[in-house]
């Protein structure tokens, strides 16, 4: 009897959830994207009336696959110029959300009775919003081409950027109990060369490269090669110490400056939304309800103030940025929430032995 991998079996009962679920969802006229998380659920360990995913780690790792391609996606429709168009409201914006953010996190947890590093972890989770939820709730609802959504874009890229600082900052203080100047500088050195590298290679290299190459370049090679560029840009990125989301951007911003970029843009929309369905349905697995009740009234809180104060500091970066009141409004709604890098801070602190489980 021939035996079947775990993975493939996992993936069958994914994909036929997802899309039991989403075919409801769409009928209902409701977001596919609730519908993916509740496919998450039926599925993974919390629910015990249907089979359960058996390999839950490999699961994971194509859930990060979906989190490259829906970045690399979103980099394509979101070129280097309109970042440098976006970048000073941009920056200012979510420099004010995520210092509010981490401020309002710590008094949160204060107020809770938590310790002071618990406080302090809470404020970096809260600090940081999903890209992913927002690309695939503004698909939906189709409001991409809006003014308000270029600034959404630029403010969760210079998130992804300031994130890396805050770890490295939340790694120095629940290690040393105080701040290491040397490594924020070391960090910051990092980033700038990256940049660099990012505003070179979106000038000369990858435009130059693709319009030589044209001439071979048909429908799957391009796909082939665009998905390899962006892969080794995910590799950099990593090896630099950024997340690969960061690095998936990166590259589809640089190809976005080319000939070819609506062709890609394309080819990679099915793979984006087969790899996008697989990480969705792994959030979806993370739901316990016997950890909802049990943290009822925490967890109410925190949402509470997540949604209050990410609206409150986006609207006031935003308007302290020269962007208008409804524009700055929009933006506070769209990034009223929290995403994958808070995950990373948050099994941060547990790994280091500084936060409580």
Same mark, same amino acid.
């Given at each position: ?169 939340? *790694?120095?203080? =629940?290690? %040393? ?5 040397? &490594?924020? !500088?070391?960090?910051?050195? $990092?980033? @700038? /060369? ?58 589809? *911003?640089?190809? =976005?400056? %080319? ?5 890609? &843009?394309? !080819?990679?929309?099915?793979? $984006?939304? @087969? /790899? ?82």
């Amino acid at each position: 009897m021939t035996h079947l991998p775990g993975l493939i079996n996992d993936l069958a009962l994914i994909l036929i959830a997802a899309g039991v679920v989403t075919l409801l969802f769409r009928r209902l006229r409701q977001p596919v994207v609730l519908g993916y998380l509740i496919a998450g659920f039926i599925v993974g360990p919390h629910f015990a009336l249907v089979p359960t995913i058996s390999d839950q780690p490999n699961v994971q790792v194509w859930s990060e696959i979906g989190i490259i391609f829906l970045l690399f996606a979103l980099g394509l429709e979101f070129s280097f110029k309109k970042l440098v168009k976006v970048g000073g409201a941009a920056s200012v914006t979510a420099s004010v959300e995520v210092i509010g953010m981490v401020a309002i996190g710590y008094v949160t947890g204060f107020a809770l009775g938590w310790s002071a590093m618990d406080s302090l972890f809470l404020g970096g989770v809260l600090a940081i919003s999903s890209t992913t939820i927002i690309i695939r709730a503004f698909e939906e609802v189709g409001v991409k081409g809006r003014a308000f959504v270029s600034l959404v874009f630029g403010v969760l890229v210079v998130e992804d950027l300031i994130a890396i600082l805050l770890l490295v900052l939340l *790694s120095t203080v =629940a290690v %040393t109990k105080s701040f290491a100047g040397q &490594e924020m !500088l070391y960090s910051g050195a $990092k980033l @700038l /060369f990256f940049l660099i590298l990012w505003f070179a290679g979106g000038i000369f290299i990858i435009p130059s490269f693709l319009r030589k190459a044209r001439a071979w370049m048909n429908g799957e090679t391009l796909l082939v090669t665009a998905v390899g560029l962006c892969f080794a840009m995910v590799v950099i990125a990593t090896k630099a110490g950024f997340s690969p989301a960061l690095g998936a951007f990166v590259m589809g *911003s640089l190809l =976005a400056e %080319t000939i070819e970029a609506e062709r890609i &843009e394309h !080819l990679i929309g099915p793979v $984006k939304d @087969l /790899f996008a369905a697989v990480f969705f349905v792994s959030v979806g697995m993370l739901i316990d309800p016997k950890v909802l009740v049990q943290y009822a009234g925490p967890i109410a809180i925190i949402s509470l103030v997540t949604v209050v104060g990410k609206l409150t500091t986006t609207t006031i970066g935003a308007l302290i940025s020269g962007r208008p009141l409804k524009h700055s409004v929009q933006a506070g709604f769209s990034l009223a929430q929290i995403g994958e890098f808070s995950f990373i801070i948050a099994g941060l602190g547990l790994s280091l032995k500084v936060t409580s489980d």
